[in-house]
């Protein structure tokens, strides 16, 4: 009797720990700070670093370029003339 005893008891506890077992998976899989919303986090951090690099390269070649128009008064004439349609007087 005492064998039978054991044997629920070793039942009970197989199934209570595999109980505990799947709620910590649970848990860490889908609670606000398990492993789903970890990966994506790092997803997001990636693409603002991705887009933050882009930015930069903008931001870059637009400093050189308001160097270039700043320096090079040539350049500025065909700029006016090329992208903002102007004319010096007398020219129409």
Avoid: C, W
Wanted: hydrophobic share 40%; glycine share 4%; charged share 35%.
């Amino acid at each position: 009797m005492s064998t039978r005893l054991n044997r629920t008891d070793q039942r009970r506890f197989t199934t209570f720990l595999i109980v505990i077992v799947a709620v910590t998976l649970g848990l860490l899989l889908f609670s606000p700070f398990g492993i789903k919303r970890a990966m994506e986090t790092r997803r997001q951090l990636q693409e603002v670093k991705d887009e933050n690099k882009l930015l930069m390269k903008q931001n870059e070649a637009l400093q050189k370029e308001k160097i270039r128009l700043e320096r090079d008064p040539i350049y500025l004439e065909k700029v006016a003339r090329e992208k903002h349609g102007l004319v010096k007087k007398g020219e129409i």
